[in-house]
């Protein structure tokens, strides 16, 4: 399969909503694309379809799959990769355990995940699972740097159609909490090579022994590169969080915490578990012994450590002494109140760039333990980029909610190329097992970087090559001039890593003539900047590193659109190909359990739809393909139809869903097909077909409706049979005999 001819486009096949989704939507577009002599291909990276192309020698034949993720990595470097990548999963552990769990009852004969690996073979096995879990896909794909933005159909809906906002007061006491020292921000170091140091460098620990370990050996540095070393230290994390719960009870509000543990795979589920342990600290300190011996760990989260709980011979004594810590402790912002799920039960079930957007969204309240909402402590230990929403929350207490209706829009020019800024979830990320000293060591012998650390500490290193910023500063100009906005660099001269960047930026723009049409400005003071400018109905480009492209595609989409899963996300892959992804998912669990439960898919594909239409505009460029053109314009009118005549998908069941929307797109797609007047071959193609939809329309939209109401068998949560979901996402039979 490696082997074969590259497809024209490339489907991602996924996980969760997004990929029962595409059950429905990828036949709609297979037959249409076909019209215009465009093939589309299909690529497994799923978490299932990585799990099982890790383990091929004690699979059968069957069983064994390709490892999509390493094929897909090599064409996104060929000039003519044309990619839709859909949301993927980007698990934690216990997200991992599910999967390899699932993929056991269905026969696979692949290892359980070792918590603590001892012999050779659990070794490999845990290396190969480190290697799928957290932000594994993004890095590989992600040859390019990214441009984000709301498409103009989608921005002129929400204005029209405003989501809820809920209001702020100025006696709102919801804040940001962060370290005051000992984290990443303060510790950082960093610095750009010279010719002489590039090489393969290493990262050593000196333990005060002199004992020295190497933890890394094979860091790939060129000349150029930034490189940046930091740490957070754990004794000022765990005093840090405890002050707050104190706090937080103090006054009254809800206690949260607000990481990443799937993006930054290794450091931020550890920080979570010092916040579970700090919770729970009475716990602990009387029941530590029988929890580790039952194998529990506080960085998998408290619903891990409750089913542990049998395994201690202690399960309601134990049980008893949570309950009492619990109602000890400040009321906990809840996942989902209704079920007992709280902000510390799973690392993955609180993401901060959906979270936190979320409460400010709300007004600054989130869902108690009461089912009620409230104010709410915000905790974000690293000072990096708590300020981005340390000062959104302080500016909409001044001036009051954002108003759909009349903001302006914010795009994103994000530096993430080849890996750029990968923090925590680069294997450079390392929790320190002993007292000493960490150095980064180059391939020359030099140290370029060091530090004192104690055991417990993180200690992270990561880098940004200097071709991908250099195209980054360059894409960023390109986008300035396109739109003729307020463009802002979000960089912070005093911190280390970004002012490495700024001595990148500063000469470019010079060099280009364009420097006063930028501004460079630390995140705080571009936070407010930047939502001055929206509120006053402005446009602004936010150019910013990995984490913050991340973070800001998700807090301004939802502010202004209500949701960050309708962006169009472009990724110019750095070798002339193109990389069109399709939203967030965040939502999509959810989406999942209630299609479960009342077979209603209520996962938007309107992503979908704006990354379709850019792929097939951008593969008429690349090949010449005037039909290819064709197909994409009239994606965009189709786009415009479901959003004008409000076809997308409603929350409840009984009411039109995701299928609905899709059999809706293919009726205005094959209608604008069919009324173009560029290609008249095309048009004589969907003239009949535009008209069968038309004539069935009742027809097809009943039989979608009557789906609904019952539970839906999709064979699995992670690796769903594939007959059981087309059946369950294909339930027309009319609409299916249309399109073929």
Request: glycine share 8%.
């Amino acid at each position: 399969m490696a082997d074969q001819p590259i497809p024209d486009i490339i489907y991602t096949k996924v996980d969760e909503a997004p990929e029962l989704a595409s059950f429905s939507l990828l036949p709609i577009v297979r037959s249409f694309t076909e019209a215009a002599g465009v093939s589309v291909g299909l690529r497994d990276i799923s978490l299932a379809g990585r799990i099982i192309a890790a383990f091929p020698e004690r699979l059968t034949d069957a069983q064994k799959q390709e490892d999509d993720l390493a094929a897909l990595g090599r064409i996104v470097k060929e000039p003519r990769a044309n990619v839709i990548k859909l949301p993927n999963i980007s698990a934690s552990v216990p997200q991992l355990v599910a999967a390899v769990r699932e993929l056991q009852s269905q026969g696979y004969d692949i290892p359980d995940y070792p918590d603590e690996p001892s012999t050779d073979e659990e070794k490999d096995a845990r290396a190969r699972y480190d290697a799928i879990k957290g932000s594994a896909v993004n890095p590989v794909l992600r040859e390019g740097n990214s441009d984000r933005r709301a498409a103009t159909a989608v921005k002129k809906y929400a204005m029209a159609n405003p989501h809820s906002m809920g209001s702020w007061s100025p006696e709102s006491r919801t804040r940001v909490s962060s370290m005051p020292d000992g984290d990443f921000y303060s510790n950082e170091v960093s610095a750009t090579l010279s010719d002489a140091q590039a090489g393969t460098a290493k990262i050593v620990h000196v333990a005060e022994d002199g004992t020295e370990t190497v933890l890394k050996s094979d860091v790939a540095l060129p000349a150029g590169t930034v490189v940046d070393a930091t740490f957070m230290s754990a004794a000022k994390l765990d005093a840090f969080l405890a002050d707050e719960i104190e706090k937080t009870k103090d006054e009254g509000i809800l206690f949260s915490i607000h990481l990443k543990a799937t993006m930054m795979k290794v450091s931020d589920p550890i920080i979570f578990g010092h916040a579970v342990k700090e919770f729970l600290k009475p716990v602990f300190e009387k029941y530590g012994d029988e929890l580790k011996a039952a194998g529990a760990n506080p960085n998998s989260g408290i619903k891990d450590l409750l089913a542990r709980l049998p395994e201690t011979g202690k399960e309601d004594e134990i049980r008893a002494e949570i309950d009492r810590v619990m109602n000890e402790r400040p009321p906990m912002y809840m996942v989902d109140s209704g079920k007992g799920i709280s902000n510390l039960h799973v690392p993955s079930d609180v993401i901060i760039d959906a979270s936190i957007p979320a409460v400010i969204r709300a007004g600054g309240k989130g869902w108690g333990p009461d089912d009620a909402q409230h104010d709410v402590n915000c905790v974000i230990p690293d000072n990096s980029y708590a300020p981005v929403y340390d000062e959104t929350i302080k500016y909409f207490k001044e001036t009051g909610a954002l108003d759909p209706t009349t903001s302006g829009t914010v795009q994103n020019i994000g530096l993430m190329a080849q890996k750029a800024q990968e923090y925590g979830s680069h294997p450079t990320t390392f929790e320190i097992p002993a007292k000493g000293r960490v150095r980064l060591v180059l391939a020359n012998g030099d140290v370029l970087h060091e530090h004192a650390v104690e055991a417990g500490d993180i200690w992270r290193s990561a880098s940004a090559k200097k071709a991908p910023i250099e195209d980054w500063v360059k894409l960023a100009i390109a986008r300035q001039k396109a739109e003729g906005c307020q463009a802002i660099f979000w960089l912070d001269e005093n911190r280390a890593h970004d002012a490495q960047l700024i001595s990148f930026v500063k000469p470019i723009l010079e060099e280009q003539g364009v420097a006063d049409k930028f501004e460079i400005l630390a995140p705080r003071e571009a936070t407010r900047k930047t939502l001055e400018t929206i509120r006053k109905g402005e446009t602004s480009i936010a150019i910013t590193g990995n984490v913050l492209r991340d973070y800001l595609t998700d807090l301004f989409p939802i502010l202004e659109l209500g949701t960050s899963a309708k962006m169009l996300s472009i990724v110019k892959l750095m070798n002339g190909g193109g990389l069109f992804e399709t939203g967030a998912g965040g939502s999509a669990p959810k989406h999942v359990q209630q299609l479960q439960e009342q077979n209603h898919l209520r996962w938007d594909s309107l992503g979908e739809f704006c990354a379709l239409g850019e792929s097939l505009k951008f593969l008429a460029d690349q090949q010449g393909n005037e039909k290819a053109r064709v197909l994409g314009r009239a994606v965009e009118v189709a786009t415009q139809g479901v959003l004008d005549n409000d076809r997308s998908p409603s929350r409840k069941v009984g009411q039109p869903d995701n299928r609905d929307s899709h059999f809706w797109f293919a009726y205005y797609w094959a209608d604008a097909l069919s009324k173009q007047t560029d290609d008249a071959d095309i048009a004589s193609h969907f003239t009949p077909i535009a008209e069968t939809l038309r004539v069935n329309a009742d027809k097809i939209t009943q039989e979608l409706a009557e789906a609904q109401g019952q539970p839906a068998d999709l064979g699995g949560y992670y690796h769903p049979d594939a007959d059981k979901t087309a059946s369950v996402m294909r339930p027309s039979a009319t609409l299916n005999k249309i399109i073929g």
